[in-house]
Every structure is written in structure tokens, then in C-alpha cells.
């Protein structure tokens, strides 16, 4: 199924963001599954993709950081009190890996030198036995659909103006094939990594072939736009777990959790306005705070060890 750029529109409304204590986004029309690419090196099976891309050993530490929304010095504050950068933003963490769950871009000026500098620490935990795991979130998306209302004048002038943001961001373009080597979620250990949430539906549709068309997607394999994208209920946008705490969205969590054999979920997207928390017996940890200046929220981190999760909150 393919869109034109007004349909797209229209559907990208219908996810549009709500407030974080409001009611829960309307749901858009599901996408049709994408049709298979041809298994080449640009497009290789999203089956054959994930233990490389999803899948990763638990470690010692894990930290995961909410979202970023162009805010280069609250993501500099979050890694630091995450221990895994120095002043020079080099990393320290080790054999920590670190998880950032989306959402670098918009609302922000600072968001390619966020880009920049989160590929440059992933070299650099490798060498130390650690990994950086960074995930697309809705805003991600959103960019490469061309969506650009969320951006500001200095986000737009990073990429020599709104014209050179679209040429980069567009499927195909440099900063959508850098966006395409991110997946939607990550599995470490006992816990999986996500935007939003997943849903029982996501685990049903197969969530290596739901990040998979997103992927092939932003690489230009193919025009079909991801149904992570369009459906208000995806993994970048569902609200089920970030608004309050209802028995529906823990008898899903837990349902989504005995299904891939995991211990909880970590999510994103709804910014908790009194702090990182959890729900469902700390089954499912909500890390959104708006640390971002166009929010004004603290700077928390998750950390997890010894098997145990707790928030850490520092300085900006």
C-alpha cells in the first residue's frame, strides 16, 4: 500500500502527539504488510537481521536514556551521570551497554550533533566490551516522512535549511540510511528496549518483520510507509503504558513478556511528569522525564544491575 503525501499527512495527524496526562492518541488505519524485498546486501531478510540488530547477552550494567528532543547538553548530562562519558565526551563505561530509546530528534537545535555524537561512542564502547544501542523513535520517523513540525529554525539550518533537512532525511538520503542502521527495539538480556511499547498484537505481527519494514523503508528498498509509522497503536506510539497504570496494560505487558521470555519492557514517548517510574510490579520501567529544554525535566537515567532497576537523577 502505498501513500501519497497528503494521505500520509492526514494519518501522521491522527498520531499526533498527545499531552502527556491527556487521553490516548486516536488510532490511525494499520498498514497491509510490506511486501518481501529481495534479499540483497542493502536489504537483507529482517529474520536473517536479528541476532546481529536485536538481540544482545545481558551485562553487568545496562543504562537506558529516554528521549533527547535536540537537546545536546541534557544528553551530555544524562550520559555523565550514567558514568559512561568523560568531559571530553569520551567513553568510560566499559562493558556497560547503554540503550537510548528514541527520540533525538526535534524540539531541539542540537539534534545532528546528538546523532554525531552517539555514532562516535559506539566505536568506542565496542573496544571496550561495552555497546551503544540507539533506537528510532516516532520523531525519527517522522522526519523521514517528511514531517517536519516538530523541528526548530536551528534544526533546520544543521542541514542548510528545510529543503536540506528533506534531502537527508528523505528514504534513501544520508541521514535516513543512518537512521535505517537503528532498529525499533533491542532485546538485552532479560529486557527489551522500546519506544513506546509493545503490544501482544506487535509480538503476534512479528517484531523483527514490523522493524524490518521500517528499516527498508528509510533505506528506500521499498515505498510501502512502515506501520510503525501510521498505526497510533504501534511500538513508536502506542500510550498503553505511559498514562497511568490500568490492569489492561499489565495483563498485556505481562502477556508480551511470558510470550518472548523476558522479564520487563522499558519504554519511552509519554513524558512522566513526576520522574522515570514503574508499573505492573516493576515489570514495566517508563523513562520519558522531558529532560529536554523544551520540556524542562530532570536529568534520570535507568540503570539496571544485579538484576535490579533503579533511576539515578543527577545534574544538568
Known sequence: MRLSPFML??????????????????SAPALPAAPS???????????????????????????????????????????????????GDRWTGGQTVL??????????????????LLDALRPQAEAAGGAVLVLNGNHELMNVAGDFRY?????????????????AFTPGGPEARRLAQRPVYAIVGDTVFVH?????EHVEAGLEALDGEARDWMRGVTEVVPRVLTDSDSLLWTRLYG?????????????????LGLRRMVVAHTVQRGG????????????????????GGPIQVLVIEGGQARVVTGAR
Open 276 to 295: 522515570a517510574n514503574a508499573i505492573c510490579a516493576e515489570t514495566v520501567w517508563r523513562i520519558d522525564v522531558g529532560m529536554s529544554a523544551h520540556y
Open 37 to 87: 524485498a529481495p534479499p540483497t546486501a542493502a536489504s537483507a531478510p529482517a529474520a536473517a537481521r536479528d541476532v546481529a540488530v536485536h538481540k544482545h547477552p545481558g551485562a553487568a550494567r545496562v543504562v537506558a536514556v529516554g528521549d533527547l528532543h535536540g537537546d545536546l547538553a541534557a544528553t551530555r548530562a544524562a550520559l555523565r551521570v550514567a558514568e559512561v562519558i568523560d568531559e
Open 99 to 116: 540503550v537510548q530509546n528514541g527520540d533525538q530528534l526535534d524540539r531541539g537545535d542540537d539534534e545532528r550533533a546528538i546523532l554525531d
Open 196 to 200: 513506546a511499547g509493545v503490544r501482544p
Open 243 to 259: 498514562q497511568g497504570e490500568s490492569p489492561a496494560a499489565c495483563a498485556a505487558a505481562r502477556q508480551v513478556l511470558d510470550a
Open 9 to 26: 499527512s492526514l494519518l501522521l495527524s491522527a498520531c499526533a502527539e498527545s499531552a502527556p496526562a491527556g487521553p490516548a492518541a486516536p
Open 151 to 167: 523541528i526548530t529554525a536551528g534544526g533546520a539550518a544543521a542541514w542548510g535549511g528545510v529543503e536540506g533537512r528533506r534531502a
